[in-house]
């Protein structure tokens, strides 16, 4: 068995508990979400997501700091050189207390600008400053534990994280579902938010604890002066690349809210909502993966490397263009099902959430590997340009046609910058080859993907409508992309490594259930 081969069954049992544990809290949030729309509104819903999206512009606090110290935890977990990660640690937990601090300071001197991000307030809800500070304290309490979760991840346990977080989740978002429907008491919702992220961070950190016991150890020794350089020097590039992300990413919700007003802004929480299902399943996979590769670029020969991003491109530009179909095809029917015809928003407006998730998700296989093989300096002044003109055409183009408006803006900055520099510094300096075979790949995947698309939403425009004809449509989702793909892509090498996890992965849920 080779070395890229031998990741197969730690892979495996990471995606498969970490999908497990995610499917319940994705079940709970969307019954949880519909008691929400139930007792509370529209108005509620779009409050929620705005200040959400506030405090992930606080979270610019991490600076890019966490995907630094991974990628240096890598080499010593693979030599087990627990004195440094011990050192580590201890670095990680003194940069992310004061973030913790931060994030909870700058949210509270927010609070007198809340209405600078909406167009109008809503006059029917009381007490928006305190619920706004019970969602800072939220957001602010991770920072205090989440630096132990790091070293889950790095030992590819990330599944331990995860079910944690469901069994304190699934109970929490049930009393919360009682309490809703009792009290319909937003304040009492949010209190009970907090106790629940603040149990399921203690328990991470206990077991963390149980685990590596070395992690109480006091002699702990000072990081050497090229390993805090070098932590620097990445921490420096990667601020650059999360004030970008963040401003790509994380205002949306808020140019929403100032543009189209915050029921606009709630009713596209629900499709991020639905678009976050089968992120459940993108972490996952990534959360098993990335650490593989990570332990493969610290130990493995070039062309391993070259390798593995190759089946991993091809596996997410495989899952990521069904993932897209089946999102266009079915959004606004399971809408309907689920909360009725007056949460859909507008055709082109759901047309641009399914491409900004196809581009976006496209661009995971290669930040991942960028990550792992730290290679955060090379771009880090276009993530400042793509962040600059996403809110110079998102805004231009939110005033003349709303909410359609801005995700155009944000899906015409993506592929102006990110989408040919990313592939190219990966290349240059990673993989160290040319990226014309990446580009090309990418133009077949696409146009597979659009003529599968375009078969599949025929083909479902033959259905019904209600729970028939929405179990319909998933049948054809299920099938039609597939049975494009398959002729296209079977005897690519790529294909064949796909086919043997997929049987692996099969064989071991089967073992898991037997």
Not at 304 to 313: E, G, N
Request: glycine share 8%; proline share 3%.
């Amino acid at each position: 068995m080779t070395e890229l081969e031998g990741q197969g069954n730690r892979i495996a049992k990471n995606f498969r508990n970490t999908v497990a544990g995610e499917f319940l809290l994705a079940v709970l949030k969307f019954l949880s979400r519909k008691v929400f729309v139930l007792f509370l509104g529209k108005e509620y819903l779009g409050i929620n997501g705005l200040f959400t999206d506030i405090l992930s512009v606080l979270s610019l606090a991490e600076l890019g700091f966490g995907i630094s110290i991974t990628y240096s935890f890598y080499r010593p977990v693979a030599q087990r050189d627990t004195e440094q990660i011990k050192s580590l640690m201890r670095l990680y937990c003194r940069v992310y207390w004061t973030m913790g601090g931060a994030v909870l300071v700058l949210g509270l001197l927010l609070t007198p600008f809340l209405g600078f991000f909406v167009r109008e307030m809503p006059k029917d809800i009381p007490h928006i400053p305190l619920i706004y500070f019970l969602n800072v304290l939220n957001a602010a309490i991770p920072y205090f534990f989440s630096y132990k979760s790091t070293l889950l991840y790095v030992y590819q346990k990330k599944y331990l994280d995860t079910m944690i977080r469901a069994v304190t989740t699934a109970l929490v978002t049930v009393a919360q579902m009682v309490l809703l429907s009792v009290t319909g008491s937003y304040i009492q919702y949010l209190s009970l938010s907090i106790v629940a992220t603040l149990a399921q961070n203690m328990v991470v950190s206990w077991k963390t604890d149980r685990l590596y016991p070395y992690l109480r150890e006091k002699d702990i020794r000072p990081l050497s002066a090229d390993a805090l350089r070098d932590i620097r020097h990445n921490v420096r590039a990667m601020m650059l690349h999360r004030v970008g992300a963040v401003a790509v990413f994380g205002t949306d919700n808020l140019l929403i809210a100032k543009f189209a007003g915050v029921v606009h802004a709630g009713l596209y929480s629900n499709y991020i909502m639905i678009r976050g299902l089968l992120n459940v399943v993108i972490n996952a996979l990534s959360n098993a993966v990335t650490p593989a590769m990570g332990n493969l670029t610290a130990t493995a020969t070039l062309e391993h490397r070259r390798k593995a991003f190759d089946r991993l491109s091809f596996c997410g530009a495989w899952l990521f263009g069904w993932m897209s179909i089946c999102l266009y095809c079915l959004y606004d029917p399971f809408i309907v099902l689920w909360l009725g015809d007056g949460w859909l928003l507008p055709g082109p407006a759901v047309l641009l959430v399914v491409a900004n998730f196809y581009v976006t998700s496209m661009r995971i296989p290669v930040a991942n590997t960028k990550s792992v093989m730290g290679l955060f300096h090379d771009d880090r002044y276009k993530s400042i340009v793509e962040a600059l003109l996403n809110l110079f055409l998102s805004v231009v183009l939110g005033r003349r046609w709303g909410i359609t408006g801005i995700l155009a803006g944000t899906l015409a900055s993506t592929l102006s910058l990110p989408f040919w520099i990313e592939p190219l510094g990966l290349y240059r300096y990673g993989l160290k080859q040319t990226a014309g075979k990446y580009f090309k790949d990418y133009l077949l995947h696409l146009v597979l993907t659009v003529a599968a698309g375009a078969l599949t939403v025929f083909l479902c425009g033959g259905t019904g409508e209600g729970i028939f004809g929405f179990l319909h449509k998933g049948v054809c989702c299920i099938l039609v992309p597939h049975m494009i793909y398959l002729p296209v892509y079977w005897h690519r090498e790529e294909c064949r490594f796909l086919r043997a996890r997929v049987s692996g992965l099969l064989a071991s849920i089967g073992k898991y259930f037997s």
